[in-house]
Nanobody, 135 residues
């Protein structure tokens, strides 16, 4: 059974940094798209960053609002996905979720994963970790 468990959330002041982690168990993803999503109170969930791999080449993508401030990465040996968040802003406040898709031909763009039919709904989701940024 695949499980994704996020950690690293917390409360920091604007301008600060946090690093989120997503530990995957039950499956070792080889060809995949993994991503970080977030949902602020009263708002729809949005894609933040993706990392996709065909087993040879990795690619990353980001939503415009975090480009240059956030970095997604993965430790393949430990099967952990990271999101390094710098220069945090109050509008980054949200619950952050890790998700993964192993659909054939999956790839990332603009903070979302896509398959041949369009934006992917993702196969696996974590339960989220809360990030609060104060001004």
């Amino acid at each position: 059974q695949v499980q994704l468990v996020e950690s690293g959330g917390g409360s920091v002041q604007a301008g600060g940094s946090l690093r989120l982690s997503c530990a995957a168990s039950g499956y070792t993803f080889k060809s995949y798209c993994m991503g970080w999503f977030r949902q602020a109170p009263g708002k729809e969930r949005e894609g933040v960053a993706t990392l996709d791999s065909d087993g040879i080449t990795n690619s990353t993508s980001y939503v415009d609002s975090v480009e240059g401030r956030f970095t997604i990465s993965r430790d393949n040996a430990k099967n952990i996905l990271y999101l390094q968040m710098n220069s945090l802003k109050p509008e980054d406040t949200a619950t952050y979720y890790c998700a993964a898709s192993v659909a054939w031909g999956i790839y990332g763009s603009g903070g979302y994963c896509y398959n041949s039919g369009g934006r992917d709904t993702m196969d696996y989701w974590g339960k989220g970790t809360l990030v609060t940024i104060s001004s």
